[in-house]
């Protein structure tokens, strides 16, 4: 996996900042998302500012996703969003790599702790990736979308 890279973020610069906005308002991920509504600037640094942690995943050098994991009462929740305009989609296996590279990393940040990850009840990719990175569906929460 030489050229895909998982990087945690400390301090967000205004351009990354942007360009996450940018993948969280693209129709394809509002679609199956709790914000259906374009978000705006000011939304977005108010939901950046809450604390979570924030990985980048590159291709090439190239940002072409975010996972969000925060912290839920005693286990840990993740998001994640993928550049849907990035020349590296089409490879069709992005969210998998991405998301392998940050599970073995917060399986040694997080030893022995749970790792929720929240799919939109329509979402069958999301579903179907989840399952095969080995999560068991444990609720089905359709008010939350």
Not at 3 to 13: F, G, L, M, T
Request: proline share 3%; charged share 25%.
């Amino acid at each position: 996996m030489g050229c895909y890279r998982v990087v945690q973020i400390h301090d967000i610069s205004d351009e990354l900042a942007s360009q996450i906005l940018e993948w969280r308002n693209h129709p394809l991920v509002r679609r199956y998302s709790k914000t259906k509504r374009l978000i705006g600037e000011s939304e977005h640094k108010t939901w950046l500012s809450i604390p979570k942690d924030i990985y980048i995943f590159y291709v090439h050098e190239t940002p072409a996703g975010v996972t969000i994991v925060e912290k839920c009462n005693e286990s840990y929740t993740w998001s994640f969003y993928l550049d849907q305009n990035s020349e590296f989609l089409s490879y069709g296996y992005l969210g998998n790599i991405m998301l392998q590279i940050l599970l073995r990393d917060l399986a040694q940040k997080l030893p022995g702790k749970v790792l929720l990850g929240k799919c939109h009840p329509e979402n069958k990719a999301s579903q179907a990736l989840h399952r095969g990175l080995g999560f068991n569906e444990v609720a089905l929460d359709k008010d939350s979308y």
